[in-house]
């Protein structure tokens, strides 16, 4: 069973950065690709960052994607927020799959809200 958990969720002040964290359990050798996504209130998720197993990345504009040696994460960062940035983040990954449509990824997390404050 693959098991995909998000971390560093939680409340920003406009013009602040966030780092969020994906780990996926039995992922010991990086087999699989990563995506970030957001969905704000009736909505459809969206594409905000994705970083394939073999280094090539593709990303929206003030996000980054970076895989995290010392944690063992992909983490997805955004610099300059503001409060259109406030949305539940999911992370999701898949063997093969790599892009930006939502629905061929295989496993997601369960969100975590991001809340960024004026």
Known sequence: QVQV???????AQAG??????????????????????RQFAGK????????ARSG???VK???TISRDNAKNTVDLQITS??????????C???RIFFGSDASRYDYWGQGIQVTVSS
């Open 5 to 11: 958990v998000e971390s560093g969720g939680g409340s």
């Open 16 to 37: 602040d950065s966030v780092r969020l964290s994906c780990a996926v359990s039995g992922d010991t050798k990086n087999s699989f690709n990563v995506a970030w996504f």
């Open 44 to 51: 459809e998720r969206e594409f905000v960052a994705a970083l």
């Open 56 to 58: 090539v990345s593709s």
């Open 61 to 63: 504009e003030r996000a």
């Open 81 to 90: 927020l503001n409060v259109e940035d406030t949305a539940v983040y999911y």
């Open 92 to 94: 999701a990954v898949d």
